[in-house]
């Protein structure tokens, strides 16, 4: 994607002023979109996005800079640019860039060339028309499949140049439900981090009855009851909670800062000992996987807690400078246009050894969480609160009425600590998640697992 002559002379012009490090990210990406509504084609678009990024380092100080023009006049233009905003004395550096072979753990088999539009419209509809087809009361569909192809190349001061092909496909598949006065909706968006081979393989039809049978239960359901009830939550899409009041807690620009609840805590307990969670940016062909990061770090597992006890933080390469602790593969950043930071990948609980059903047997009253929508989250605090979109009453160790309407509130090192069943179970989710570095492919997950006590807030009063 570049010379590597052209890439050394702008490395070179990047630490003219002092600075010592410096990196280009270049970023080759096609977008392919399609949408349905009602069972009806209404866009179907195309796209290619291509840029190159330029960073440079002193100490702790970065300097971020990008360009969709990459004639190497403009890149020296550019890096020179970005430079002035440091002074200092020139290291002396020779340049020996080296190749690096990167393994790849994620295979791509079915390019999304080798589809036509009228074949993935076909997929759309076969979505609408399971979906439409559940129920009378379900009265509107919208399908869309999105599939995103980019090739990018790292090249850094320190001699690495590395390039990598990422493929992304992915199928929303939402609903809504109404009867009366009354709309209701619901959805869900599976995809992969590979080729379309996935969409192949996906059971299409079963996902949009899903869809359908959940937007039809909240419908009927009954206004959540409020108070201080054991909360099951439902292994999946459950791992949102994690992520958010805990997982952006653990990243190295918040650590960093102090501006983290889990800052200065390693070894120390922080959770139930019957948690254990991970970052695991390898799990082959996972949504939020890679074979490198975006600073051309090879993706690895990284254990965040063991029995309960903070065991490790997710650092990119200016979070290793800040907190003098080795970076983990962590650095990530949507496109070109933003410089990286440390961010999650595919983050879970590990699985315990309750099954499902037990949870549920020993929970004499409570709730379960099925399937969880958004909510916000203060990294510092880790106060949170999140919405269930269908979930239900847990009576007498059984499933009840189905409910709407909750909103789970807490204080997530609070929650971790007060987890006392695990299932086995463990399901991963996928999402996207935005922050400094722009928004980017995430998996959550968990088994399931039951919090001794959380505050519900619904409209439903006394359980």
């Known amino acids: ?122 997929w759309l509809r076969r979505a609408h028309e399971a979906a439409s087809s559940f129920d009378p009361v379900i009265v509107q569909t919208t399908m869309t499949l999105i599939d995103t192809v980019k090739d990018i190349c790292i090249v850094n001061s320190e001699g690495l140049f590395v390039e990598d092909r990422r493929a992304y496909n992915r199928m929303g598949i939402n609903v809504i439900a109404e009867s009366g006065n009354d709309r209701e909706a619901a959805g869900f968006g599976p995809g992969s981090f590979g080729g379309l081979e996935y969409m192949e393989q996906l059971d299409i039809e079963g996902v949009a009855r899903e869809a359908a049978r959940s937007a039809k239960t909240i419908l009927f ?108 593969g962590s650095g990530r950043r949507e496109s070109y246009k933003y410089a990286p930071t440390s961010r999650m990948n595919n983050t879970f609980i590990a699985p315990g050894k309750s099954t499902p059903e037990e949870i549920i047997a020993n929970t004499e009253l409570g709730v379960f969480a099925k399937y969880m929508e958004g909510g916000s989250v203060n990294p510092i605090t880790s106060d949170y609160n999140f919405s269930v979109s269908e979930g239900y009453m847990i009576r007498n160790g059984k499933l009840a009425e189905p409910i709407k309407g909750a909103a789970i509130i807490g204080k997530g090192i609070d929650t971790l600590k007060k987890i006392d069943m695990v299932g086995n179970n463990l399901g991963l989710g996928i999402g996207m998640c935005g922050a400094s570095s722009g928004t980017v492919p995430v998996t959550v997950g968990q088994p399931m697992i039951r919090v001794s006590e959380l505050t519900i807030g619904g409209r439903g009063g006394n359980a």
């Open 1 to 122: 994607m570049i010379k590597k002559s052209v890439a050394e002379n702008i490395i070179y012009a990047a630490l003219e002023t002092g600075g010592d490090f410096a990196e280009i990210f270049i970023e080759d990406k096609r977008n392919s979109t399609i949408g349905m509504i009602g069972g009806v084609v209404e866009r179907a678009l195309a796209g290619r996005d291509y840029g190159v990024g330029i960073r440079i380092l002193k100490g702790e100080y970065s300097v971020y800079a990008f360009t969709s023009d990459d004639s190497e006049s403009n890149l020296l233009k550019v890096a020179r640019e970005a430079a002035q905003a440091i002074r200092s004395n020139p290291i002396d550096l020779t340049l020996n860039l080296q190749n690096k072979v990167v393994q790849n753990k994620h295979n791509i088999l079915v390019q999304p060339t080798a589809f036509s539009k009228g074949q993935k419209v076909e």
């Open 221 to 328: 359901a009954d206004h959540a009851p409020s108070g201080n009830f054991p909360v099951v939550i439902d292994n999946e899409f459950g791992g949102v909670i994690f992520h958010e009041a805990c997982g952006h807690g653990l990243e190295s620009h918040a650590v960093a800062r102090k501006a983290s609840v889990f800052a200065d805590k390693l070894g120390e307990y922080v959770a139930s000992p019957l948690v254990t969670a991970y970052d695991d940016g390898t799990i082959p062909n996972a949504w939020g996987s890679s074979n490198i990061d975006d600073e051309g770090m090879e993706t690895q597992k990284n254990l965040l807690i063991e029995n309960g006890i903070l065991k490790g933080y997710l650092i990119d390469k200016l979070g290793s400078r800040k907190m003098n602790m080795a970076p983990t």
